[in-house]
């Protein structure tokens, strides 16, 4: 079992800059060898994938509408990773949550939600024009 918490949401204008933390707790061993992504949900629209990086290796992999604005990266000392927010734009206001998988011998990394087990409560994040 992986257990996730987030932080570091909240309202900023656009433009702005936010950092979100997930730290991960449970059993040490699957910690270590685990992809840990960031997704977010506005109202009344899917999930969506936003970043995901591999804990063994630091592999990072960004959907279309992160990249250049985001970026994941992780303490591994302190297992937590974090999404650096930069530029935000308005369409970036939703409900990001952190997930996790340990599920990925052999797989490539993916941002489809279906494939993450684990999963934290969310962060509200909201920007403003």
């Known amino acids: 079992q992986v257990q996730l918490v987030e932080s570091g949401g909240g309202s900023v204008q656009a433009g702005g800059s936010l950092r979100l933390s997930c730290v991960a707790s449970g059993y040490t061993a699957s910690l270590l060898y685990m992809d840990m992504g960031w997704f977010r949900q506005a109202p009344g629209k899917e999930r969506e994938g936003v970043a995901t990086?591999?804990?063994?290796?630091?592999?990072?992999h960004y959907a279309n509408s992160a990249k250049g604005r985001f970026t994941i990266s992780q303490d591994n000392g302190k297992n937590t990773v974090h999404l650096q927010m930069d530029s935000l734009k308005p369409e970036d206001t939703a409900m990001y949550y952190c997930a996790a998988t340990i599920d990925i011998k052999g797989k490539s990394m993916t941002l489809s939600p279906s494939r993450y087990n684990y999963w934290g409560q969310g962060t509200q994040v909201t920007v403003s024009s």
């Open positions: 990086i591999r804990t063994a290796g630091g592999s990072t």
